[in-house]
């Protein structure tokens, strides 16, 4: 019966991680769709704006045109989640902060949704497809899946300060044991 409680627990975080993803990369579309060489629209005059913008860089296009070297710390990024997420279910029995540790697993699922939706954006486009622009404090333009990093990113500090012992996070991380 426990075996099935991770199987489902695991579903439910792949279910949910494709639902926030394919969200993200439709969203994508709309944009390139609906505002790619169209003039910005305004949701809220002055302050909310839909504008499309084709980023080559990082977070606000700094190291623009470094794909390969994004693609690469993505997918170790990637790889070091996805291994803390199904570490933290074997591990779930042993470990003292246990709700710490399920909401650690939720927010990696948003976390991973959020770093594959630019990943498969940049290394299909070269470019991560952005549109959403706070015009009333002249932010910079971003996506769903940026939202979904920078929330999960919160919520992380969050759980490392105020939720999962020291003891627990290190258990996480070990390659072994």
């Not at 969203?27 to 790619?36: D, E, I």
């Not at 769903?144 to 990113?153: F, G, L, R």
Request: aromatic fraction near 12%.
């Amino acid at each position: 019966m426990n075996n099935l409680k991770h199987i489902i627990k695991i579903a439910a975080w792949f279910l949910t991680g494709g639902l926030l993803l394919a969200f993200d990369l439709f969203t994508k579309h709309l944009a390139v769709s609906n505002l790619k060489n169209k003039a910005a629209y305004s949701l809220i005059d002055d302050v909310l704006q839909f504008r499309y913008l084709e980023n080559q860089g990082a977070a606000w296009g700094i190291f623009a045109g470094r794909i390969r070297m994004f693609s690469i710390l993505t997918i170790v990024v990637l790889v070091l989640m996805i291994f803390v997420l199904f570490r933290s279910e074997a591990m779930i029995n042993r470990i003292s902060s246990v709700r710490s540790v399920l909401t650690l697993q939720w927010v990696l699922v948003v976390m991973i949704a959020g770093a594959l939706g630019n990943f498969i954006n940049r290394v299909t486009n070269g470019y991560v497809v952005d549109f959403i622009y706070f015009k009333a404090i002249d932010f910079p333009v971003f996506n769903v899946a940026d939202c979904y990093v920078t929330i999960a990113t919160v919520m992380l500090l969050i759980i490392m300060i105020f939720g999962i012992s020291e003891d627990d996070f290190n258990m996480l991380l070990k390659i072994k044991g």
